[in-house]
């Protein structure tokens, strides 16, 4: 089934009164927050001008880990999201499926 099939057939039972069973409601929030929180890792590093081998320098990790991170492959403990954020000299903001990183001074590239 291709995905607009998929959600089309979805929004129809949406709108019929369905809902979702409460674990499928709480795995795809789960899903969402990663994607959004790979989106801010990617967007936020870019911004700085840093390759995944200095982000990776920075917070204490691999390439690798940031790359899995990126893609959603993992979703880092809250210690680890920590030196993310020290890492991207930033805050993390998160929402209820928005993740993104604020930056803590005013021209990033005072921080090369």
Do not use: C
């Amino acid at each position: 089934m291709s995905h607009a099939r998929w959600k089309a057939l979805r929004e129809r039972k949406l709108a019929e009164g369905y809902t979702e069973p409460e674990a499928v409601t709480v795995a795809r929030r789960e899903i969402q927050l990663s994607m959004a929180l790979a989106k801010a890792v990617y967007d936020r590093r870019t911004e700085l001008g840093l390759t995944q081998t200095d982000l990776a320098g920075r917070a204490g990790l691999t390439q690798d880990e940031i790359s899995r991170i990126e893609g959603s492959g993992t979703a880092p403990t809250l210690s680890l999201l920590a030196e993310l954020a020290d890492a991207l000299d930033a805050t993390p903001d998160t929402g209820q499926t928005r993740v993104s990183f604020s930056s803590r001074h005013n021209d990033a590239a005072q921080l090369r």
